[in-house]
Each structure stands twice: as C-alpha cells, then as structure tokens.
C-alpha cells in the first residue's frame, strides 16, 4: 500500500524555540511513521525580509541542525534547502499566471501589512511590502503540490495559506486535466500554543522565547525570566490559569506535572522550585537533542551533505511533475 504524502518548511528567520519545537516540530516528525515524508528549509520565503546573506546562511544552518537533532532521519524522509530545486520557482510562475490578484490582496499576511501601515497614517499603505511578499502564498503552493503532497501539517496561522494552495491546485485542473494533489491542511489541535516568558504566544516577534540550543546557565537564566505573581502563602492555584504549569505539562513527564499541578491545588505553591524543575525537566526531556545540536555545529559539512543528497531526492521527485505540468500548458 503506498503511503500518503506528508510536507511541511519551515522559513528560516531565526533559531527556532521552544514554542516552535514542541508545536511545529516535534508533531511533523511524528508523522514520518505514516507518511511519506518532505521537510524542507524555506529559505527563498525568508528572502521576502533577510537580505543579510550571512544571516540567511547561518539561520538555514539552524533550522536544519534543529530538524537533525530532534530526530529527523534523513534516509527515511526527504530533507531539502527549498532553493536547491529551480522547479519550485517555475512552478510558482505558471501558478502566478492563473492566480487571480484578488486572492493575493486578501491573504491574512499581505493584509497585516497593510493595516499596520495604514494605522500609522501611511500615505502608501504598500509602501513596506515587496513582490515576493505579495505572492509568498504562490511559491507556497509551488513548494507543496510540485510533491503532490496530501497533507500539509501547519500552524492555525499558515491555513489560509494551504487553502490558497488548494484553490490554485483545483483551478489548474480544471483548466487542464486532472494533474495535480490537492492538499488539505492538518492543524494539530491537541498542540497548545505555549505560552512566553511573558505569557504571551511564545514567538520571536514578542521576544519572549525560551531557547534550547544555548548552555545550561543560560538555559536556566531564560527560564528564570518567566514572569509569576506573588502568591499569599497557603494561597491556591488552578493549574489551568496558571502560565509556567502549561510548559510544565507540555514537556515534563506525567508524574512530575501531577506533583506540581497537586502542590498548586494544595497550596504549596515556590515559583522558585518550579523553575528550577522546568529546567530539570527540559535538560532531561532535550538532553539528547541538545547534545546532537552541538556535535552539528562543530560539523557543518555534514549539515551541508545531508542537504545537498536530500536535494538530488526532492528534486528526483519534482521533475516528474513538472514534466506533466509543463506539457499541460503548452511549455512542451
Ligand atoms: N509559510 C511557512 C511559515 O512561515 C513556511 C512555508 C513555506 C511552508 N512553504 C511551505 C510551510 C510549504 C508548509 C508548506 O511558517
């Protein structure tokens, strides 16, 4: 029985963080024991804001080791920079030609742009976005069905964005034949948004992430930063309203969650402690990770292999489709 096809990038803009393992990274490498596989370095989405190519060369680097720690076998899945495979590029050109402008306007990212400009008093609310962030959701549609991917696992924020892939996806088709996959999103729902040090969504943009690929003191020191009230003593929580134990519960083991979530409930409640066992718990639940992260940076040569043999695979893949797409349109 052939198995579906699973595909999900990443763009690399920064080190991914806690937040961005345990709710994107750790559910995609999940799938690899049903699916077929892709995971790709979304590295020509991230030009739309880097335009340091130091920057960009050292954050693709990070996402990749990330992806390597945390378990990702590259002889099982296809693990690829999405720049190395020219197909992608023209197929977001023979989709950008059946896209109607509309649909780009309305894109929740474009949008935000827009309106965070105009809220300023912008005269020029486009004044901030360039083309390639305008059709970001285009070449996105490229990265997915150039691999006929059946499902696309992403956060509630990148929805729209495979549905935009779908409409694409369904319109090609019915313009020249039945080509393409249609894929449809799949939203992990069991995965709580974790909370910052702020208890705001931990997200870069709020800078208030925790990260794991640093030393213990400064490991302990983020953790320390988690911002907790002061508590009367005898007080009691509800562990549900209560920010630093949902991290506890997303990555400590069932008993010691159980042991705070009690300690809160009865009362007993040190700030201080928990922290101290936030750390204990993240340094054994990533130790190995943590470790594999820093063998990879003495060893980027590796990095670059595992990538340079993953992309000989995606792209073994992509000439398939692109030779049917190309015929379909009258390029052949
Ligand atoms: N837009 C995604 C993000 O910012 C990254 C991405 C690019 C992606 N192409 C993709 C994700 C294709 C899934 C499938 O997170």
């Not at 977001?92 to 949008?111: D, E, Q, V």
């Not at 305008?134 to 924020?157: E, H, N, R, T």
């Not at 000439?319 to 379909?328: E, F, G, N, S």
Request: hydrophobic share 40%; net charge negative.
């Amino acid at each position: 029985m052939t198995r579906k096809k699973s595909l999900t990038g990443i763009k690399p803009t920064g080190t991914p963080h806690l937040g961005n393992i345990i709710g994107a990274i750790q559910p995609a490498l999940e799938l690899a024991k049903t699916y077929d596989t892709n995971y790709f370095i979304a590295d020509a989405h991230a030009l739309t804001s880097v335009t340091d190519p130091n920057e960009l060369r050292q954050h693709t680097f990070e996402v990749a080791a990330t992806w390597l720690a945390l378990g990702l076998d590259p002889t099982q899945s296809t693990f690829y920079r999405q720049s190395d495979i020219a197909e992608d590029f023209e197929l977001a050109w023979i989709f950008s030609c059946l896209t109607p402008k509309g649909l780009m306007n309305r894109a929740h990212a474009y949008k935000g742009f827009v309106d965070t400009a105009t809220e300023a008093g912008s005269k020029d609310p486009d004044s901030q976005v360039n083309m390639g962030l305008f059709s970001y959701p285009v070449l996105m549609a490229a990265d997915i069905i150039l691999y006929s991917a059946d499902v696309v696992p992403v956060g509630q924020d990148q929805k729209q964005h495979v549905e935009i892939a779908r409409d694409i996806a369904t319109k090609f088709n019915n313009l020249y034949g039945e080509i393409l996959t249609v894929p449809e999103p799949l939203i992990e729902k069991e995965v709580a948004t974790l909370p910052g040090l702020d208890h705001r969504k931990m997200s870069k943009s709020y800078n208030n992430t925790i990260s794991l690929f640093v030393s213990d003191d400064e490991l302990l020191k983020q953790i320390k930063k988690f911002t907790t009230d002061s508590v009367e003593p005898g007080e009691t929580r509800d562990p549900k309203d209560v920010p630093i134990y949902t991290l506890i519960e997303a990555i400590a083991s069932k008993e010691v969650s159980e042991h705070v979530a009690n300690n809160l409930l009865e009362g007993k409640i040190r700030w201080g402690d928990i922290k101290e066992l936030l750390f204990e718990q993240i340094k054994e639940q990533f130790g190995p990770a943590r470790e594999k992260y820093s063998e990879l940076q003495s060893n980027r040569g590796y990095v670059d292999e595992v990538l340079a043999q993953g992309a000989v695979k995606a792209q073994s893949q992509a000439v398939l489709l692109m030779d049917q797409v190309r015929k379909a349109v009258g390029l052949r």
